[in-house]
């Protein structure tokens, strides 16, 4: 049996859920941490996502695409990704899940982020190497925009 490549980190934080829930779900706020990208979608099972951004030259771009797997307002969704950019086939395998999750917690809460299993999409390592040095980039800034 091969090991799975999931990636999973529990973020602390002294913000309430609603606020937490909108810094994962705003474009305007995602644009400010996950490297100048906007998450768009209307949120509805089996709707596409799309993270789109500019290049350094200010052409559009979306780097991300997908569609709505799970989706409860204010505390959980559920959404594959696949970067069409990356000169892999466009096809199910190559699509891996990203999950927010928001838990309350006494003084705050807790985002979970959990994304894969990368395991059986192309170019898995590489790509599993990255999103996890990106979560190291993206985490500290996401504490940042909410004053933590």
Same mark, same amino acid.
């Not at 466009?90 to 979970?112: A, F, H, Q, R």
């Not at 990106?134 to 004053?147: A, S």
């Given at each position: 049996?091969s090991?799975s490549?999931? @990636?999973k980190e529990t973020?602390?934080?002294n913000?309430?859920a609603? +606020?937490?829930?909108d810094l994962v779900i705003?474009? /305007?706020?995602?644009?400010?941490?996950?490297f100048g =990208?906007?998450?768009?979608? $209307?949120?509805?099972?089996?709707?596409?996502?799309i993270?789109?951004g500019? +290049?350094e030259d200010?052409k559009?771009?979306i780097?991300?695409?997908g569609? @709505?797997?799970e989706? /409860? /307002?204010?505390?959980? +969704?559920?959404?594959?990704?696949f #970067?069409?950019?990356?000169? %892999?086939? $466009? %096809?199910?395998?190559?699509?891996?899940?990203?999950?927010y999750e928001?838990i309350?917690?006494?003084?705050? =809460?807790d985002?979970?982020i959990?994304?894969? #299993?990368f395991?059986?999409? #192309?170019?898995?390592?590489?790509?599993?190497?990255e999103?996890?040095?990106?979560?190291?980039?993206?985490?500290?800034?996401m504490?940042?925009?909410?004053? /933590?």
């Amino acid at each position: 049996m091969s090991n799975s490549m999931i @990636i999973k980190e529990t973020v602390a934080f002294n913000s309430d859920a609603k +606020t937490v829930w909108d810094l994962v779900i705003n474009p /305007e706020m995602t644009k400010q941490y996950m490297f100048g =990208c906007e998450v768009l979608s $209307d949120w509805q099972i089996g709707s596409s996502i799309i993270w789109k951004g500019k +290049t350094e030259d200010g052409k559009e771009v979306i780097y991300v695409k997908g569609s @709505i797997i799970e989706f /409860e /307002e204010g505390k959980k +969704t559920t959404f594959s990704m696949f #970067d069409p950019n990356m000169g %892999i086939p $466009d %096809i199910p395998t190559n699509y891996v899940n990203l999950t927010y999750e928001v838990i309350p917690k006494e003084n705050g =809460c807790d985002l979970v982020i959990t994304q894969g #299993d990368f395991q059986d999409a #192309d170019n898995a390592e590489k790509r599993y190497e990255e999103s996890k040095q990106g979560w190291q980039m993206v985490i500290p800034t996401m504490k940042k925009l909410l004053n /933590e």
